[in-house]
């Protein structure tokens, strides 16, 4: 991690550090519905002042205590919540060993919090949300309601907002069979709000050629 309180991460995203973040659930609802795996992206600038995904976390979580799972979305999302062989943690210990790398990473680009960057941010951000909630953690580094959207995002930069259209627009190979798990998805939003990052920067976009000291 490009460490230092003058980072280019830090100044780049105003004391933000993004992490993308993906999840599949059985349900729409993070209130109600189980969340079964989680996958995370953390990312970094290369000595070329280009960001690159550099670090990969991937788990698979029980569904908390009287969860509710509906059938088509563990039909859609082929996840069996119950299979022993899925090697699935409760939702606590999950996010305990989730967060520390990403707070090291935090620290380490000197930025205050994390945000989270997802397809469909909201959706992500509000099941986080819900299982901190649950497992009591007090050390959340994400921020509590400002995320990045790569939807928005891709609308604006690509003319596309389905992830897998918008990752071949922009020239990022994307196979269909490996969609809705969640870290081939994480992957793939990583490798999008990357290029978006420095194709906008490639366009002369950033820096900010008028920005006041």
């Not at 994390?114 to 941010?121: A, D, E, F, M, R």
Request: glycine share 6%.
């Amino acid at each position: 991690m490009s460490g230092s309180e003058d980072s280019l991460m830090k100044q780049r995203f105003r004391g933000y550090l993004p992490v993308v973040i993906d999840v599949e659930t059985a349900g729409f609802n993070a209130s109600t519905d189980a969340l079964l795996e989680i996958a995370a992206v953390i990312l970094d600038f290369d000595e070329d002042g280009q960001l690159k995904p550099v670090e990969s976390h991937q788990f698979h979580v029980e569904p908390f205590e009287g969860a509710n799972i509906e059938q088509a979305a563990i039909e859609f999302n082929g996840i069996d919540p119950h299979s022993e062989l899925r090697g699935a943690l409760p939702e606590d210990e999950v996010l305990k060993a989730l967060f520390k790398p990403i707070r090291k990473a935090q620290k380490a680009a000197g930025c205050q919090r994390s945000v989270l960057v997802g397809h469909n941010s909201n959706f992500d951000h509000s099941f986080l949300m819900r299982a901190a909630e649950r497992a009591n953690i007090k050390r959340n580094p994400f921020h509590p309601f400002v995320s990045f959207d790569t939807t928005s995002l891709a609308a604006l930069t690509l003319g596309q907002t389905v992830l897998i259209k918008a990752c071949k627009a922009a020239g990022i190979e994307f196979d269909q069979k490996r969609a809705h798990s969640a870290l081939y998805d994480t992957e793939k939003t990583a490798e999008l709000f990357c290029w978006m990052v420095n194709k906008w920067k490639a366009l002369g976009g950033w820096p900010l050629t008028n920005q006041q000291p």
